[in-house]
């Protein structure tokens, strides 16, 4: 099973709404990466967990919250998002982080509109 | 440093002819490689990778690429195009120590016309 599940698909909230994004592989995959992607731009990085302890954080903003309960989930906790924020937010994982040949693979991304 | 330039924004193709998409690329080490596509409101989809292996790189559905280290370029090629290829395609470079940081080009829009 290669796949990376997300949920939900879409979501709309408001700037003072909290909500939480999930992520799951069932790869035993030792390493996730939360992207944000804007219309017609590529994936920017925002986050990278390797076995399950936060590795990187690209200067992303406090209402931002990653969490990697396990191995297989990774959760993005959102709060007082900016209507900037709307993007398709990705999961991704790969078997592991230090050698950059270990190829990535993307869950379907929710769609995320902050009104 | 790593970095990747698509040279092409969008390419139109007829169905049934070859498909080219062009990558160059800049590292600092010997890099890893990768072709994604993206088709619309859906996540990537790894299509070939290239990891100082072979390099000549067959990936899903036609496509392969060509490591060409002289002129740090790994171009995506399809000997014939299909509809269902219509999608936008990443070129990406990986660092090959520290931490597994994909640096993406910027895409490039494959049109195929019926």
């Known amino acids: 099973d290669t796949e990376v599940t997300q949920t939900p698909k879409h979501l709309v909230m408001g700037m003072t709404n909290k909500k939480s994004l999930k992520c799951e592989q069932h790869?035993?995959?030792?390493?996730m990466y939360w992207y944000k992607q804007k219309a017609k731009k590529p994936p920017e990085l925002m986050f990278v967990y390797s076995y399950e302890k936060l590795s990187i954080n690209e200067s992303v903003p406090s209402r931002f919250s990653p969490e990697c309960p396990n191995s297989s989930l990774l959760n993005l906790h959102l709060h007082a998002l900016q209507p900037e924020d709307s993007a398709l937010y990705l999961c991704?994982?790969?078997?592991?982080?230090?050698?950059?040949?270990?190829?990535?693979?993307f869950g379907p991304g929710t769609r995320l509109t902050v009104t | 440093a790593q970095s990747v330039t698509q040279l092409d924004s969008h390419v139109s193709v007829s169905e049934g002819t070859p498909v080219l998409l062009r990558c160059n690329y800049s590292s600092s080490y010997s890099p890893s490689l990768f072709w994604y596509v993206q088709h619309p409101n859906k996540g990537l989809q790894l299509l070939l990778k290239?990891?100082?292996?072979?390099?000549l790189v067959k990936g899903i559905n036609g496509f392969e690429a060509e490591f060409k280290k002289s002129e740090t370029s790994f171009h995506l090629t399809k000997p014939s195009a299909h509809m269902s290829d219509a999608a936008e395609y990443f070129c990406?470079?990986?660092?090959?120590?520290?931490?597994?940081?994909?640096?993406f080009g910027t895409g490039t829009r494959l049109t195929v016309i019926p």
């Open positions: 991704a994982s790969s078997q592991d982080v230090p050698s950059g040949s270990y190829e990535q693979y």
């Open positions: 990406v470079v990986s660092a090959f120590r520290g931490a597994n940081n994909l640096f």
């Open positions: 790869m035993g995959h030792r390493a």
């Open positions: 290239y990891t100082s292996a072979a390099t």
